[in-house]
């Protein structure tokens, strides 16, 4: 992986240089990258979308190892965190530990990969910073009085599908579905805005492999009220009559109609595109809670959030999994050949499908509308968090690498003090200068034995020649 970024991404990702994050605007705070504010600053009825962690730091480098292993040797993750960034070649950044508002370390000025499919450690970080722009722009939608609702789109699937071929099939299906005249109107009838989206996958023993989308459309509150089809009808007659059969006798939009024609709709796509056409009941689900109860609001938005950044930490159910149980599997069930040798090549063939695509889509302006700073993955990636805790030298990072002991340094800064940590740095890096002392006086040893050896089998054959 080429490390040299432009000029640009240079000064953004250094500290001194990066420009500041905007005022808050409306009482929605704005994000700076790689920094996760805390859920109670989004809105006081938003709960995190970040629960409660079962993963330790070591253990997501553990699983980006396996994913390392498992992967080709020319595959971008194999890089991750082993050059110093572009900042710290040129003298304008430092390796650095640094720990976020809720206490999460993290490294920064080490290169990192930035292939949040493959790369568990990548995937983390990243995903915890887009689950809270969406939190802030679903708080920051609802304070404005609007609705949400949570889409998923999927097609008939089985175990001898090719995933590559029908992820591109999908993307195509959705953007026809998107085109078409029917889906814009039934869009503006619910006072469609604007859209998240997040690709997804599970794998089952049964079917096979399972793609699908997880949506979040924006629409006006208004749209779900009683009694929306009277202020239609000044506003739209055209449309309040075509769609009159989506309203019950109180002129209330019913979900679940709406859902069935979107549905039908969908089905069409996919067979456009060449897909095998789903079911109208489980190809296009539309889920909605009324937003009267505060605690049910906070609940889904957080749901969702979580839903469309955080899928790697998602458990999977009892008749799927998804790819990181698969990585975890791998790292855990290195014995059980027959089970490794199959997730090995699912593995393979998740990272082959969805190489290059992102974990999440922002709508055009979203984010600009609810006062969040764009930031890229790489600044994300390589910008420091709030708290300092230590720095680093290149040759002792070069020695964490060497012992695999990055993911540990990071759960000891959660739970300990810096001057512990940089003890712990200071003697791995002493034991690996010792290591390599003895390892270089073992290579002269064993050069001079091969060449005396060499030498005295010479002098042997001039002896038995002679």
């Avoid at 993290?106 to 930035?114: K, P, T």
């Avoid at 190489?355 to 999440?360: K, L, P, Y």
């Amino acid at each position: 992986m080429d490390y040299k970024h432009s000029n640009t991404d240079l000064q953004q990702t250094n500290p001194e240089t990066r420009p500041k994050a905007p005022r808050e605007v409306g009482g929605a705070p704005a994000l700076r990258g790689g920094v996760l504010p805390r859920a109670e600053r989004l809105g006081k009825n938003t709960r995190s979308a970040v629960k409660n962690d079962s993963l330790t730091r070591s253990d997501l480098y553990k699983l980006r190892a396996t994913s390392q292993k498992h992967l080709h040797v020319k595959h971008r993750v194999q890089s991750c965190q082993k050059v110093p960034s572009y900042g710290v070649q040129q003298g304008t950044d430092k390796i650095r530990i640094s720990k976020n508002e809720n206490g999460r370390a993290f490294w920064s000025g080490l290169g990192a990969c930035g292939d949040l499919r493959a790369c568990p450690v990548c995937r983390d970080k990243v995903g915890r910073v887009r689950s809270q722009e969406v939190l802030q722009i679903l708080s920051g939608h609802a304070q404005s009085g609007g609705a949400a609702l949570l889409v998923t789109q999927t097609c008939r699937h089985y175990k001898s599908d090719s995933l590559d071929l029908m992820v591109s099939q999908l993307a195509d299906a959705r953007r026809r579905f998107s085109s078409w005249t029917a889906v814009k109107e039934i869009r503006k009838l619910l006072g469609y805005s604007n859209i998240v989206s997040s690709p997804d996958v599970t794998y089952s023993d049964k079917n096979g492999w399972h793609p699908h989308y997880h949506d979040i459309w924006l629409i006006s509150q208004t749209s779900l009220q009683a009694g929306y089809l009277k202020t239609l009808e000044k506003s739209d007659v055209k449309l309040s009559k075509k769609f009159l059969e989506c309203f019950d006798s109180a002129g209330t939009l019913q979900i679940d109609k709406v859902r069935i024609l979107l549905a039908k709709q969908w089905i069409k796509a996919c067979e456009k595109s060449g897909l095998k056409a789903p079911t109208v009941k489980r190809g296009f689900d539309i889920q909605y809670r009324d937003s009267d109860g505060a605690e049910a609001a906070g609940r889904y938005i957080s749901k969702w959030a979580y839903e469309t950044t955080l899928s790697h930490k998602k458990q999977s159910s009892k008749d799927s999994i998804t790819p990181f149980d698969i990585l975890y599997s791998l790292t855990h069930d290195e014995y059980e050949y027959k089970r490794s040798e199959k997730y090995k090549r699912l593995w393979q063939e998740y990272n082959k499908a969805y190489s290059g695509r992102s974990i999440i889509y922002f709508g055009r302006g979203l984010k600009n509308l609810h006062c969040i700073e764009e930031f890229s993955e790489s600044e994300i990636l390589d910008a420091p968090e709030q708290e300092h805790v230590t720095e680093v030298s290149s040759g002792e990072a070069y020695a964490l690498e060497y012992y695999c002991l990055k993911g540990v340094v990071l759960d000891l800064a959660e739970k300990y003090p810096p001057d512990l940590v940089r003890k712990f740095i200071e003697s791995t890096y002493i034991r690996w200068q010792n290591d390599e002392r003895g390892y270089r006086k073992y290579r002269r040893n064993l050069e001079q034995a091969i060449q005396l050896s060499t030498e005295q089998a010479i002098e042997r054959l001039k002896y038995n020649f002679a």
